[in-house]
């Protein structure tokens, strides 16, 4: 009964920035962790970042300096940051959520980095 939406994919040229969003909804308490994965064709899906409640947040080293990850726990959103965009971040961004055990995903953002 949780549902994710995400936004802010697109179309970017190398060296540009972009922010995705993800708001989630429906029956849900509190939010223990909200994070981003992504994965290019070929691929398997890879954590990119996550904030815990506690706002402590984990960014993979391939895009640590570059990303940044945050949350507005007002909106129950959280964000991802993401600038000098290489064509190697191309990929589908998902969304994920864990709360009390669970976990949720979202339906994917396509973020396309040219060069």
């Known amino acids: 009964q949780v549902q994710l939406v995400e936004s802010g994919g697109g179309l970017v040229q190398a060296g540009g920035s972009l922010r995705l969003s993800c708001a989630a909804s429906?029956?849900?308490?509190?939010?223990?962790?909200m994070g981003w994965y992504r994965q290019a064709p070929g691929k398997q899906r890879e954590l990119v970042a996550f904030?815990?409640?506690?706002?402590?947040?984990n960014i993979a080293g391939s895009v640590k300096g570059r990303f940044t990850v945050s949350r507005d726990n007002a909106k129950n959103t959280v964000y991802l940051q993401m600038n000098s965009l290489k064509p190697e971040d191309t990929a589908v961004y998902y969304c994920?959520?864990?709360?009390?055990?669970?976990?949720?995903w979202g339906q994917g953002t396509q973020v396309t980095v040219s060069s």
């Open positions: 904030i815990t409640s506690l706002g402590s947040t």
């Open positions: 429906g029956s849900i308490f509190s939010i223990d962790v």
């Open positions: 994920n959520l864990m709360a009390a055990g669970h976990g949720y």
